[in-house]
């Protein structure tokens, strides 16, 4: 399987400071057709989670544009431009390359 | 717009059975693949199954093959999951959501049952 490591695991932000969130995969996440597999979801306190980005760095349609993702192959990089208090929750990198479908294990975003 | 409802969760004794059911709303549910996607209490999230959107193909993580069954009726716009032998390991609150083919991965999720194993 592909593991998904994610870092930190918790992320103390200021309001209005950037913030970053890592992701490598044990595999490339590169598919047999060229494309990369990798997205982002939020799951905010006592809610489902949500889709942010798709293919590394395509944002769903109505998802604030602070949020951006980069990366390729095995290294993944969600960054939140300025943090505000609806940014907290848990934010998890996902890989549809390799199945099963695996998850890394989560970054807390709390405010400082 | 896309809904999905998860119904059937509730407390189990270890090696009982339950079936969770998914239905779906404001799409043309033939036309999509779903998944089980489920979280243990204060966890991560793990992906547990996925069918096709005509039912011939369906996946299992490992830690659910051959105790559990993916299944689905297009006529009534619903996904099933029957779990049998349960563990209490298989704790968690249970996620439908629709399959991307596109993109592989998930773009709709339900709001989650849950499910409790526990003698």
């Known amino acids: 399987d592909a593991v998904m490591t994610q870092s930190p695991l918790s992320l103390p932000v200021t309001l209005g400071q950037p913030a970053s969130i890592s992701c490598r995969s044990s595999?490339?996440?590169?598919?047999?057709?060229?494309?990369?597999?990798l997205s982002w979801f939020q799951q905010r306190p006592g809610q489902s989670p949500r889709r942010l980005i798709y293919?590394?760095?395509n944002r769903d349609s109505g998802v604030p544009d602070r949020f951006s993702g980069s990366g390729s192959g095995t290294d993944f990089t969600l960054q939140i431009s300025r943090v505000e208090a609806e940014d907290v929750g848990v934010y998890y990198c996902?890989?549809?390359?390799?199945?099963?479908?695996?998850f890394g294990q989560g970054t807390k975003v709390e405010i400082k | 717009q896309v809904q999905l409802v998860e119904s059937g969760g509730g407390v189990v004794q270890p090696g009982r059975s339950l079936r969770l059911s998914c239905a779906a709303s404001?799409?043309?549910?033939?036309?999509?693949?779903i998944h089980w996607v489920r979280q243990a209490p204060g966890e991560g999230l793990e992906w547990v199954a996925v069918?096709?959107?005509?039912?011939?193909?369906?996946y299992y993580a490992d830690s659910v093959r051959g105790r559990f069954t993916i299944s689905r009726d297009n006529s009534r716009n619903t996904l099933y999951l029957q779990m049998n032998s349960l563990r209490a390991e298989d704790t968690a609150v249970y996620y439908c959501?629709?399959?991307?083919?596109?993109?592989?991965?998930?773009?709709?999720w339900g709001q989650g049952t849950l499910v409790t194993v526990s003698s």
């Open positions: 959501a629709r399959h991307v083919s596109s993109q592989r991965n998930f773009d709709y």
């Open positions: 404001g799409f043309t549910f033939s036309n999509y693949g």
């Open positions: 069918i096709w959107y005509d039912g011939n193909n369906k």
């Open positions: 595999q490339s996440l590169v598919y047999s057709d060229g494309n990369t597999y």
């Open positions: 293919s590394i760095s």
């Open positions: 996902m890989q549809g390359t390799h199945w099963p479908w695996t």
